[in-house]
Each structure stands twice: as structure tokens, then as C-alpha cells.
């Protein structure tokens, strides 16, 4: 069954975030995980929450997914991150 990683991301950062950026589809590909939605507009319609940069993957199972945020090739890039954004990060399994 396939797992979605979903991301609401705020950079506070743009440059170190570029670093993470550019670096972070390999590892992304290498745990079989592809993007559904990678930046774009947001209109948020209910609610007041507010959404910034949002990001979707798509991977084909969450086991596959949480070896990709676990992983030692990871890791410095979510370091990355953490330093250049704020962020919400969720695992849902898909249907």
C-alpha cells in the first residue's frame, strides 16, 4: 500500500535551503520514493491554517518511507533543512 510524505514548509533560509533542495531527489529516488506535488500556489480553503511550500512524495509503501527519513543518506540533509526551514512533516498511509 503506498505511503505519502507530506511537508508544509516555510524557508527561513533560501540559501542553505537551495543546498537541500538540489541535493535531496537522489536520495528521495534511491528509497523509491517520487514527487505529487513539489511547491506551486497554495490557497488554503478552510481553516486557519496557513500553507507555505508544500511538498507530497509518494512512496511504495511506509516502510520504504520511513527508511528514506531514517536514513543515513538523509540525514545531513534533514539538517539541513531543520536549519533553513520551519516545517510540518507528516507519514500517511495511502488506501
Known amino acids: 500500500m503506498a505511503a505519502y510524505l507530506f511537508a508544509n514548509v516555510e524557508v527561513t533560509d533560501p540559501v542553505v535551503y537551495e543546498d537541500y533542495r538540489r541535493q535531496v531527489p537522489a536520495t528521495i529516488a534511491a528509497y523509491g520514493g517520487r514527487y505529487l506535488v513539489r511547491g506551486g500556489a497554495v490557497e488554503v480553503l478552510e481553516g486557519g491554517g496557513t500553507a507555505s511550500r ?6 511504495p509503501d ?10 543515513p543518506e538523509y540525514a545531513p540533509l534533514l539538517a539541513l533543512r531543520t536549519r533553513s526551514t520551519r516545517s510540518t512533516v507528516a507519514a500517511i498511509e495511502g488506501i
Open 62 to 71: 511506509m516502510a520504504r518511507l520511513k527508511a528514506f527519513y531514517r536514513s
Open 54 to 59: 508544500v511538498v507530497i512524495l509518494e512512496f
